[in-house]
């Protein structure tokens, strides 16, 4: 997976991550499981989410939305500028960097659909199916308490898999401590509290996907003191 960073630049945190992992940016303004069917009913405050199709992913600890967030036209349009408006690099050290356009139009449409406001994004490439991110939670100590993720993405379609932390490391595991989602072009992933307390989440190899994948994970970070 490579990083990249905005090409005109300075809010926006890079670094290099391992062989076979994605490359990612990070800006910022202030420096039984069971997936439940479709259905027309946003989470939150309904009035920013009207025409949008929902689906609901409920469990023990387990609280995400999943929706279709932008056309394919209008989806193939971001993927294109965010090719097209960063480089890639590697190396270790970080350097702050400022918003790009694209990404602050990615942030007011979730701000729109969601009611929810973000202050920094994470953003990964995955070069093809071959970059992949092992099981992980988002609990840094800057996130916000008790604020969801936004994961928006853009390309190839990939597998996402959500691991109840009672079941790792245990051959079989609890029925349903497992959830597999794909995570298709322009879609949205809300990764609400407690999700992220509860659930370890995966993006794995898979060998036959050869195009490439963009995320966006749209965060609250608290301000530094």
């Not at 439940?36 to 609280?63: C, M």
Request: with cysteine.
């Amino acid at each position: 997976m490579d990083r990249f960073l905005q090409k005109p630049a300075p809010g926006v945190l890079l670094g290099k991550t391992g062989k076979q992992k994605p490359t990612r940016v990070e800006a910022g303004e202030d420096g039984g499981m069971a997936e439940k069917r479709p259905r027309r009913e946003p989470p939150g405050d309904t009035s920013h989410q009207a025409g949008l199709s929902w689906r609901q992913i409920r469990g023990e600890g387990l609280n995400c939305d999943y929706t279709i967030l932008f056309g394919k036209a209008e989806a193939d349009k971001i993927f294109r500028e965010l090719e097209q408006d960063v480089e890639y690099f590697t190396g270790l050290t970080l350097s702050p960097k400022p918003w790009l356009p694209v990404l602050e139009r990615i942030r007011d449409r979730v701000s729109d659909v969601t009611g929810q406001t973000f202050n920094f994004v994470l953003v990964n490439r995955y070069k093809d199916g071959c970059d992949h991110i092992g099981e992980h939670r988002d609990d840094e100590r800057e996130l916000a308490p008790r604020t969801p993720i936004a994961s928006v993405s853009f390309g190839a379609c990939r597998d996402f898999f959500f691991r109840h932390k009672a079941s790792r490391g245990k051959p079989g595991g609890r029925l349903g401590d497992t959830v597999r989602l794909q995570l298709a072009h322009g879609s949205l992933l809300m990764m609400n509290h407690p999700t992220n307390t509860h659930w370890y989440h995966s993006l794995p190899v898979r060998k036959k996907v050869l195009a490439p994948r963009v995320n966006l994970t749209f965060r609250k970070i608290l301000p530094k003191k």
